[in-house]
């Protein structure tokens, strides 16, 4: 019905930049929030970033300051802009939407690996 791709990960130096993309396609006319999260070897996954379709934006008080999540205008994409990256931020970053304003999740991408070296 919806299927999310995520883009734009890889290998960065601790202090560098990395920005994911996610492209959703298929029934998304009812989709009122994406975002991400993501999920380290032996851990949790852990939200992340969530933006609705109006705008409001969220995120997990480790990311403040350093992490932006947007949107494009068809709000079809959206994006994190990942600034002052450190070791502790790898993992792999799953694409989500939901079409409820709280609540899981309704449709996952298959993530994307983002590594942070020291």
């Known amino acids: 019905q919806v299927q999310l791709v995520e883009s734009g990960g890889g290998l960065v130096q601790a202090g560098g930049s990395l920005r994911l993309s996610c492209a959703a396609s298929?029934?998304?006319?009812?989709?009122?929030?994406m975002g991400w999260y993501r999920q380290a070897p032996g851990k949790q996954r852990e939200f992340v970033a969530t933006?609705?379709?109006?705008?409001?934006?969220n995120s997990v008080d480790s990311v403040k300051g350093r992490f932006t999540i947007s949107r494009d205008s068809a709000q079809n994409t959206v994006y994190l802009q990942m600034n002052s990256l450190k070791p502790e931020d790898t993992a792999v970053y799953y694409c989500g939407a939901r079409r409820r304003y709280y609540g899981n999740m309704d449709f996952w991408g298959k993530g994307i690996l983002v590594t942070v070296s020291s």
């Open positions: 298929g029934s998304i006319g009812s989709i009122v929030v």
């Open positions: 933006i609705t379709i109006g705008g409001t934006t």
